[in-house]
């Protein structure tokens, strides 16, 4: 079953711009994660934040996590044509370390 | 070695046969995972092994059956397909303790004919 929920479903952007992408997910978690996946090939793992941090920072990457509304973002800063691709938070509740995906958002950057 | 090496890439397999797909890592991760994903969908979890034990099942047929013969290898064994089956299945690894992020191998493209 699915526990995030991302948003929006696509987005369509001009390289230079900034990207932000939406997760809610529906239970208590121990830490949410961003992966990033390239034409249906492996997800590779973006940022790592746990359920007592606010915000994380990786290079252009800007995570946050606000657990009372149960919900996280992704900000992509300078966007760059390379940076096209599918992203998907994961929620990992903690027990037996299983991650549930959200359905994604699918970035295009246009050159 | 920091990565998860799967093989095939890509299988044909009609639905009367039998055929294994693989997924190896070194990196002395102790979980590993079995993904199935369809297109423009989320990653939808099967199979958890833990310590080389199975934890978790995700209520997944018995047509699909995994192994793990090692640390290092897991298997997902498939017999009598059907052509829903058809996806992408990712194998996937993490460290001990809890919280830290996956690796994922590239998948194998099934298709069922």
């Known amino acids: 079953s699915q526990q995030g929920e991302e948003d929006p479903q696509a987005l369509s952007i001009q390289e230079g711009e900034n990207a932000t992408m939406n997760c809610s997910y529906k239970t208590s978690i121990n830490n949410l994660q961003w992966y990033r996946q390239n034409s249906g090939r492996g997800l590779v793992h973006l940022i790592l934040?746990?359920?007592?941090?606010r915000e994380k920072h990786s290079g252009r990457l800007r995570v946050t996590l606000d657990t009372s509304k149960k919900s996280s973002s992704l900000l992509i800063t300078a966007s760059r044509a390379a940076d096209t691709a599918s992203y998907f938070c994961?929620?990992?509740?903690?027990?037996?370390?299983?991650?549930?995906f959200g359905g994604g958002t699918r970035l295009m950057v246009k050159p | 070695d920091t990565e998860v090496t799967q093989t095939p890439k890509h299988l044909v397999m009609g639905m009367t046969n039998k055929k294994s797909l693989k997924c190896e890592q070194h990196m002395g991760h102790r979980a590993m995972y079995w993904y199935k994903q369809k297109a423009k969908k989320p990653p939808e979890l099967m199979f958890v092994y833990s310590y080389e034990k199975l934890s978790i099942n995700e209520s997944v047929p018995s047509r699909f059956s995994p192994e793990c013969p090692n640390s290092s290898l897991l298997n997902l064994h498939l017999h009598a397909l059907q052509p829903e089956d058809s996806a992408l299945y990712l194998c996937?690894?993490?460290?001990?303790?809890?919280?830290?992020?996956?690796?994922f191998g590239s998948g194998t493209r099934l298709t069922v004919v």
């Open positions: 994961a929620t990992d509740l903690g027990a037996g370390n299983m991650l549930t």
């Open positions: 996937a690894s993490s460290g001990q303790p809890d919280g830290y992020g996956y690796t």
């Open positions: 934040i746990r359920s007592n941090e």
